[in-house]
């Protein structure tokens, strides 16, 4: 798919806005020559509802979970989709994807509730955490979602929670997997030095081999307890489809090594996140990151399916059902991040344009080098003539986006980031006293808040100043 040039302005299904460029299938510039999210003007969106401002094109957040749906269908019989709830804990977001039929990871008792509450089936539900507290895996069990096992002593209190409450509780074990094939492997987007397999050891995640044999065999005399899938989370390292097939096909093994020792063969495994967003547009100093031979759902799912075939039919195993927790791939390029130009200063040596949108917002452009394109709102399609610093209002150098060739920009103008849906509003931090921003959910031409901007008193309203302080301060009693 190519991105440059002026496609003609069809109203073909893979480009239903009849945009002139397409972002994705739903993002892109529209007639007017500015950028348009599912059928709405993007400058007219950020006039009316302010920046910073998140937004989500709904149709975009379906076409991606079907796109990981069909991927992995049409090479693997038995799949089912988990949405990562933490890249976007939006409860629309959750209520799309439920409509969808999607399942997924929850951590923590707030996301659990989240997808609780937005009627997500219990049992398309996985629980994972390193430290699962008493209430947690009461909430869990209450509401028949799966435990992935992390800690030794875990599976004792699943069993006493469970017999208190009169409930069976369906349990996985998240793996210690050896990956000994990535010992000499890296990706593009490793979390500092080392191979996939030294990063991937040093994490606190998962059980030995001898630790998860125990687990089960202790699980096997535990009437309430049903063992329902092995779990692993290679994270989001790398692009290489071949990576995940290699950790999808040790998956198997393992499940031969239970089977030969405890005579459980997993029925399902959950082989958790990581996959790209499939950045095909990857312009700019980083774009070794999600760049355009990003492989595509499809990809990953001929790859996976085949190392998973391969391998139960070495060993003889029934083909298990697959999970898959894809959290990024889906959110990530459904939304957009805006911010509004403000003073533009000219150095010796450099350009920095202000925009009211941080870091803060867009955490991972500085603490993870996630790569956002960044684009004008108003004009898209100009010529991008200028190499300037995007930066943010915040104290430190607040880079959301540097050395980027942009079009001349006027304060006042808008400037989006790309694929800005995964992990921003879901990490959004307050530093500097700053609010949080609004989120917006457009489809086909309709925009509504799903998320309502953050005022000052919802912030003021947590402080207290312990009344000593108050008497100190105004009782005129300072020395
Ligand atoms: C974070 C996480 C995911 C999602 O990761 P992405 O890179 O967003 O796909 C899936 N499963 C588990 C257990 C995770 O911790």
Not at 140 to 152: E, Q, S, T
Not at 419 to 429: L, N, Q
Request: proline letters at 5%; aromatic letters at 8%.
């Amino acid at each position: 798919m190519a991105a440059n040039g002026m496609a003609a302005q069809t109203q073909d299904t893979d480009n239903p806005g009849g945009l002139s460029v397409q972002f994705g299938k739903y993002i892109g510039i529209g007639a007017d020559g500015n950028l348009w999210v599912d059928g709405c003007d993007v400058q007219a969106l950020a006039q009316e509802h302010g920046a910073p401002l998140y937004i989500v094109s709904e149709n975009e957040l379906r076409h991606r979970y079907r796109a990981f749906r069909d991927g992995f269908l049409a090479h693997y019989p038995h799949v089912e989709i988990l949405f990562a709830n933490k890249s976007n804990n939006g409860l629309a977001i959750r209520h799309v994807l439920n409509q969808e039929g999607a399942g997924g990871d929850c951590f923590g008792v707030n996301e659990m509730y989240i997808a609780l509450l937005a009627g997500t089936d219990p049992r398309k539900l996985v629980l994972n955490g390193s430290n699962k507290q008493d209430e947690e895996l009461e909430m869990a069990i209450a509401n028949g979602i799966c435990v992935n096992i992390d800690a030794m002593d875990e599976l004792d209190r699943v069993d006493a929670i469970s017999q208190r409450l009169g409930r069976k509780v369906a349990i996985g074990i998240r793996l210690k997997l050896d990956l000994l094939p990535l010992a000499g492997r890296t990706g593009v987007a490793m979390h500092g030095p080392g191979t996939l397999k030294e990063q991937s050891d040093s994490t606190k995640w998962g059980m030995t081999r001898e630790q998860t044999v125990e687990i089960v065999r202790r699980a096997q005399r535990m009437p309430n307890v049903e063992l329902k899938e092995t779990h692993f989370h290679l994270s989001r390292m790398s692009n290489d489809p071949e990576n995940f097939a290699i950790m999808a096909r040790e998956m198997i093994v393992w499940s031969g090594y239970l089977r030969d020792e405890t005579g459980w063969t997993p029925p399902c495994i959950d082989i958790g996140g990581g996959w790209t967003f499939g950045k095909w547009y990857g312009t700019g100093p980083r774009a070794q990151i999600d760049d355009d031979r990003a492989p595509t759902p499809d990809v990953y799912g001929r790859q996976v399916g085949a190392a998973i075939r391969e391998e139960a039919a070495r060993l003889g195993l029934p083909l298990p059902m697959l999970r898959i927790e894809p959290g990024r791939a889906i959110s990530g390029p459904s939304g957009i991040a805006i911010g509004r130009v403000g003073a533009i200063k000219q150095g010796a040596k450099k350009k920095w344009v202000n925009l009211d949108l941080s870091t803060n917002h867009l955490s991972w452009a500085s603490a993870l080098d996630w790569y956002y394109h960044a684009v004008a709102v108003r004009g898209t399609a100009r010529e991008a003539s200028e190499l300037v610093d995007l930066v943010g209002p915040l104290c430190n150098s607040d880079e959301v986006g540097a050395h980027r060739l942009m079009p001349p920009l006027a304060r006042g103008d808008f400037v989006a980031f790309l694929d800005a849906g995964g992990y921003t509003e879901s990490s959004a931090a307050r530093y500097n006293a700053q609010l949080l921003p609004a989120t917006v959910l457009v489809a086909d031409g309709v925009a509504e808040v799903i998320t309502v901007r953050e005022q000052w008193r919802d912030v003021a309203g947590r402080f207290k100043v312990p009344p000593r302080l108050l008497a100190a301060s105004f009782g005129g009693a300072r020395g």
